[in-house]
Structure formats: structure tokens, C-alpha cells
């Protein structure tokens, strides 16, 4: 049973870089036919899709138009993990932030992280 | 906000049926892309509860069950249980934006 954990700092000052991780367990970072991804929840946004990384015999990575730029998703294999940072915050990125995996050529995400709540205040 | 619109709550007594429903357009639904419906309990993670529009993961009580229309998607909770009380999210994918999207949640409250 594939099992997914996020863990971060729940509170950060604007323009500060969000940070979190999330351990995979009962799959591999590695699976060629995984995508691992990081979603986010807010009442002014609702859930949105961030972004993505996945291993096809290389690395690759995807993100939404609303935070290319200051978006980074990066796998550790050493961990079998993958992390999400976000640069610059603003209380705009007040989110509780999910990581979940899509199997590939599939549209759904199975399983999703608890959660963690991630809070932008000065 | 969201790209799916779905009601914001909805509510039924135990034992009756409820529907939630979730309207996209041309470039998600209407393109032929799949709809797939998660339950949130209270303090968990997100849930499958309906993929590929009908279809029930291993362990998904048959009370639950999905359809999809053109550009609408329903979910149909029968036999309503205290537990059913949750939030359902509908999501599919947008080929516009490229995306997953999803709706903004419906609160299903058992009376």
C-alpha cells in the first residue's frame, strides 16, 4: 500500500521560500510509471495543481502557468522522496499543500498526502 | 475560481440518495477527458472514490457511483450514512490550460 507523508515549516513570512517534503513508502520515487505531484488547497483558489516530476529514464518536470517561475519539484532517490519549493511567498500561498501520485497515461491521483498547512504572515 | 463548478453543499437524511453534480466545459470534459470524484473526511487526505467517470477503486462501497454526460459529471451516494458526511471534489483534466482542474467541493451533510 503506497503511502504518502508531507513535512515542512507551517509558517513563513512573505517572501520567504517555501520548503516541503514529501516520503514515499510502499512505491519508488524512481517508478518509471509514476508521476509525483504537489497540490495545493486554499479558500480563494481551491485545489490547484502546482506541479510535477517523473522518471523515464531521465527526469522530467512540469509546472502550472500560475507559479512557473518560482516553482521547483526535485526527486531525491536517496530519501525516495520529492520536495517542493516555492520562492518569494505571499500570504496569497496560504494553502494546506498535498503531494499525490498519478500513475502514467492515468488522470487521477492515487494516493494523496495527509496535508500540511502552510501559513504566509508577517 | 474553479475550472469545475459543483454546489457548494448538499444535504440528505440517512438512507436517502443525493446526487452531486459537476459541470465543465468544451476543453475538459467536453474533450472527451475522463472525470474522477474524491471523498475528503474530516482531518484526512483526499480520497479516490471515482475514476474514469464510473468506475470504483478496490474497497469503495457500492453506494457510490458516477456518470458523465458531455460536459457534466454526477456522483450518486445511495443508502446515505452518517460517515458519507464529507467533502467531494470533482476533477478532470483541461487541454486549454493543460492542467488538471478541479471543482471547488461540495459539503455533503447527513441530516
Known amino acids: 500500500q503506497v503511502q504518502l507523508q508531507e513535512s515542512g515549516p507551517g509558517l513563513l513570512k512573505p517572501s520567504q521560500t517555501l520548503s516541503l517534503t514529501c516520503a514515499i513508502s510502499?512505491?519508488?520515487?524512481?517508478?518509471?510509471?509514476?508521476?509525483w505531484n504537489w497540490i495545493r488547497q486554499s479558500p480563494s483558489r481551491g485545489l490547484e495543481w502546482l506541479g510535477r516530476?517523473?522518471?523515464?529514464?531521465?527526469?522530467?518536470?512540469d509546472y502550472a502557468a500560475s507559479v512557473k517561475g518560482r516553482i521547483t519539484v526535485n526527486p531525491d532517490t536517496s530519501k525516495n522522496q520529492f520536495s517542493l519549493q516555492l520562492k518569494s511567498v505571499t500570504p496569497e500561498d496560504t494553502a494546506v499543500y498535498y503531494c499525490?501520485?498519478?500513475?502514467?497515461?492515468?488522470?487521477?491521483?492515487?494516493?494523496w498526502g495527509q496535508g500540511t498547512l502552510v501559513t504566509v504572515s508577517s | 475560481q474553479s475550472v469545475l463548478t459543483q454546489p457548494p453543499s448538499v444535504s440528505g437524511a440517512p438512507g436517502q440518495r443525493v446526487t452531486i453534480s459537476c459541470t465543465g466545459s468544451?476543453?475538459?470534459?467536453?474533450?472527451?477527458?475522463?472525470v474522477h470524484w474524491y471523498q475528503r473526511l474530516p482531518g484526512t487526505a483526499p480520497k479516490l472514490l471515482i475514476y474514469?467517470?464510473?468506475n470504483r477503486p478496490s474497497g469503495v462501497s457500492d453506494r457510490f457511483s458516477g456518470s458523465k454526460s458531455g460536459t457534466s459529471a454526477s456522483l450518486a451516494i445511495t443508502g446515505l450514512q452518517p460517515e458519507d458526511e464529507a467533502d467531494y471534489y470533482c476533477?478532470?483534466?483541461?487541454?486549454?490550460?493543460?492542467?488538471?482542474?478541479f471543482g471547488g467541493g461540495t459539503k455533503l451533510t447527513v441530516l
Open positions: 476533477q478532470s483534466y483541461d487541454t486549454s490550460l493543460g492542467i488538471a482542474v
Open positions: 468544451s476543453s475538459n470534459m467536453g474533450a472527451d477527458y475522463d
Open positions: 516530476t517523473y522518471y523515464r529514464s531521465k527526469w522530467y518536470y
Open positions: 499525490a501520485r498519478r500513475i502514467h497515461l492515468t488522470y487521477y491521483f492515487d494516493p
Open positions: 474514469k467517470n464510473s
Open positions: 510502499g512505491d519508488s520515487v524512481s517508478n518509471k510509471t509514476a508521476v
